[in-house]
């Protein structure tokens, strides 16, 4: 398998230690229903996740759920509600889209909320070893004392500055002595939930989260670390400083980031109001309809989503199901050839365009084959279908 490394800059092989391989992907900040966006990221993972289980590894996976944290708490104020009921609720709606579009259920999904004594914990170390300082309650992570910092995303100086400002941070912050540096505690306001702590009675940062989650459930380093591609500056980039400064180097292995799906011109986001919802689409076509769609993209390009091309993919879909059921037999030379080329595909860097172009051919042969050969449609289309998560629910797949 060979897959692009965010930090290295370039398509390298991934090769598992051993026979397992653990993945841990940033999850959902659980106020707002699942969109397109969301879908193509676990998408992508689910996919390699199925394909490194077929070649004979053992994965754990991990998805955590960011249920304390600014936006949590921010929409939380605004319904009246508490935050932890609207987190429950979210997680369920995610969870049942996300099956729903055949995701394989991850290995674990904790929630940052359960685990905030551990941070502290962290945060403390940080602390001890000159890492991290606190100011009135706040402690801060110094960039200047790790000078790897900037390592994954290799952005400069002022390019940090500005998305630190458009991703949740306060770069003019009078308390930290370097604008770059990231809050890794800070106090709660008297509607907030609040944990004790050597500093304030306060609540977590953003990053420290996932560091603390991943090495909890995965140990270190971790094979493979990833999300949207909005999250290599500040998050990730920041969860490497506070991980390699508190525990062992590498954090992690293997970067894998995913680009943004667009619609009416700009980034999906909840703030730019310009979301496609799963459940929505899930009203007009079924689950298999969406994982074909998200597969005609490669991973590391960004795309627009447009109605039509939900149609083309219900389209292929139904000839999928149409060749799933053809009477036909097929040469086993040629269903394991095209077999054999699919997962190829897959193994250059999730080429997920290219392997639905060898699903189209198998359809095709499916379709105009006769009854000579000795393999059965659904013996060659089925684990190719299967890989993508796109197996149709009622249609006879040979497991
Ligand atoms: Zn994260």
Redesign the pocket.
């Known amino acids: 398998m060979r897959l692009h490394d965010t930090a290295r800059g370039a398509v390298l092989p991934f090769v598992p230690r051993g026979e397992s391989a653990s993945i ?1 992907v ?2 959902i900040t659980p106020y707002d229903a699942a969109h397109l966006g969301h879908a193509f990221t676990y998408h992508v993972f689910d996919v390699l996740t199925r394909r490194l289980i077929d070649s004979g590894v053992r994965v754990r996976s991990v998805r ?1 759920v ?1 249920d304390v944290d600014d936006d949590m708490l921010r929409v939380a104020r605004e319904r009246g509600a508490d935050y932890r009921a609207i987190g429950d609720d979210q997680v369920q709606r995610f969870d049942r889209d996300m099956a729903e579009i055949g995701l394989l259920p991850v290995s674990a999904a904790p929630r940052a909320g359960a685990h905030v004594p551990e941070m502290v914990q962290w945060i403390e170390r940080l602390v001890e070893g000159g890492f991290a300082y606190d100011v009135d309650g706040w402690v801060y992570f110094e960039v200047q004392r790790f000078p790897a910092y900037g390592g994954l995303s290799h952005l400069d100086r002022d390019t940090m500055i500005r998305l630190s400002r458009e991703r949740g941070a306060d770069p003019g912050d009078v308390r930290k002595r370097d604008a770059l540096d990231f809050v890794l505690w800070q106090p709660s306001l008297p509607d907030e939930p609040r944990w004790q702590s050597p500093w304030s009675d306060g609540r977590p940062g ?2 420290i ?2 560091s603390v989650l ?1 090495t909890r459930e995965l140990g270190t380093p971790v094979d493979i670390h990833g ?1 949207g591609d909005d ?1 290599i500056y500040p ?2 980039e920041s ?1 490497i400083a506070q991980a390699e400064a508190a525990g062992p180097t590498p954090y992690v292995r293997h970067w894998t980031h995913v680009a943004m799906v667009r619609h009416q011109g700009e980034k999906m986001s909840k703030s730019l109001g310009n979301l496609v919802f799963v459940r929505e689409l899930l009203e007009h076509v079924p689950g298999t309809t969406i994982r074909l769609l998200l597969a005609a993209h490669h991973y590391r390009e960004s795309w627009t989503y447009d109605a039509e091309e939900v149609s083309a993919a219900d389209d292929r879909r139904r000839r999928y199901e149409e060749a799933l059921r053809a009477p036909a037999a097929l040469d086993a030379g040629e269903a394991g050839d095209l077999l054999r080329q699919f997962r190829e595909r897959l193994d250059d860097d999730l080429d997920t365009p290219g392997a639905l172009r060898v699903l189209d051919l198998a359809a095709a042969a499916a379709l105009r084959s006769g009854h000579g050969g000795g393999v059965e449609p659904a013996e060659m289309l089925g684990p190719m279908l299967g890989l993508l998560g796109a197996r149709p629910a009622a249609a006879p797949v040979a497991s």
């Open positions: 841990y940033c999850g955590n960011t953003w990053h989260e996932c991943a999300g999250l998050h990730h969860e």
